[in-house]
């Protein structure tokens, strides 16, 4: 019966006495033993390199298990060459071993497909790396357009920066002409000033000077009108319009005398808290003929704020402007009522003085309502410096005055006053 002989029995199995063609069968068997354990030992060599050589894990794992298999696989062929009866047996439980570790990294090998599916290919990574050229490129054109904006960017910054030097240049000579035209203009106020001061003094002392001739010709005309008969009705009415004339002048220079006290700045000394009352009762006393002939009925509250820091030479002119306006320009058709209240209004201690008069048309006559010597009523005598007085106190006293008039209901003025306390309050 038939044997089955293994390729390794196969040299044990050629007697001695076989033929020659037995014997080229065992040269090439053992040629063929031969490049087999060269070329696995050799793809062994190769993928154990390139395992060293590989950065990758997976790559490394997959090359070390290949070449663990190829090992194993050229060992086992070297056996080939040492079989005999004595080696036999530990040969094969070695193959038997080889095996079993060949087998091992062969499952190992397996369970790293997926990892191994996952590594592009050569075509994928072409197509990576060609999509990467392009990003590179767009990136590199975006870093150009980008470097022609930031050159842009800093050529118009330049630009700018040029136009900003210049123009604060520009600017800082305006400045320079501007702090010449404003010393100009300050030496021309300070001549203006001084101008005007002049005038003042002129003024005052001018109108002072002249009372005193004036009260001589009163005495004069006086003493004549005593030497001449005084039933004679010509002398009489001559002498009446000496006497009118003669206290026109003497109202004027009172008048002169008051604008030209109100243009010169007010010493801090002369100034203290003044209560409206006590001044209102010296301008009523100084009225109380002319407010005992007009039937006036004043209606005072100064509850509110009883008293204000001022001068009280000033808040009894201007008190007594106020009050012989409104009985000057009362409506005889009905009892003149005035009305005087004092209130805080915002860093203001206001003063209202309000009458039923016949009113001011201030429409028509607003923007002259302050001015110097201006008068918009005939029928009664007047100056036309009261409302100019008041006006220049307040501004004087950092105040301001306003008026609301209705023709034929009367007119209100609204003077306000700095508060003193309350401005002191707040710097403090």
Known sequence: MDRTVLLYQLPQQIPSSVSAKA??????????????????LMVAAILFYLTFKREDR??????LLFGVIALMGGIVHLFSFW?????????????????????????????????????????QLSRNNAALREQIE???RIELA?????????????????????????????????QRAEKKLMAKNYQLIKKNADLDDFVYYASRDLKGPVLNVSGLVEAIREDLPPDNPELNQLFARLDDS????????????EVSRIQKPLEESKMDMVPFVEVLAQV???????????????????????????????????LYNLLS???????????????????????????????????????????????????????????????YIIKRIMENNRGKVEVESVIGEGTTFRLYFVNHLKATATRV
């Open 83 to 123: 079989v005999n009866d004595r080696w036999l047996e530990p040969l094969l439980i070695v193959k038997l071993v080889l095996g079993l570790i060949a087998n091992v990294a062969a499952i190992m090998l397996f369970k790293a497909i997926p990892n191994l599916l996952a590594i592009p290919s050569l075509r």
């Open 23 to 40: 014997k080229g069968l065992e040269g090439l068997f053992l040629a063929s033993e031969l490049l087999v354990v060269t070329a696995f």
């Open 284 to 318: 009523k006393a100084r009225l109380a003929e002319h407010l005992q002939t007009s039937g006036a009925d004043l209606q005072v509250d100064f509850s509110a704020a009883p008293e204000v820091f001022f001068s009280k030479d000033n808040l009894f002119s201007l």
């Open 246 to 257: 003669v206290a026109r002048i003497h109202r004027k220079l009172n008048n002169l005398t």
């Open 146 to 178: 980008l470097q022609e904006s930031k050159q842009e960017l800093e050529k118009q910054v330049q630009e700018r920066s040029a136009q900003w030097i210049t123009a604060n240049r520009d600017l800082e000579e305006e400045i320079k002409k501007r």
């Open 325 to 387: 306006n409104s009985i000057k320009y009362r409506e005889p058709q009905r009892p003149l009522q005035i009305f005087l209240s004092s209130a805080l209004e915002e860093g203001y201690i206001v003063l209202k003085v309000q009458d039923n008069g016949i009113g001011i048309d201030i429409t028509k006559y607003g923007p002259q309502l302050f001015s110097l010597f201006r008068r918009f009523h005939d029928h009664v005598e007047g100056s036309g410096v009261g409302l």
């Open 138 to 140: 767009e990136r590199q």
């Open 58 to 63: 997976e790559r490394k794992l997959v090359l």
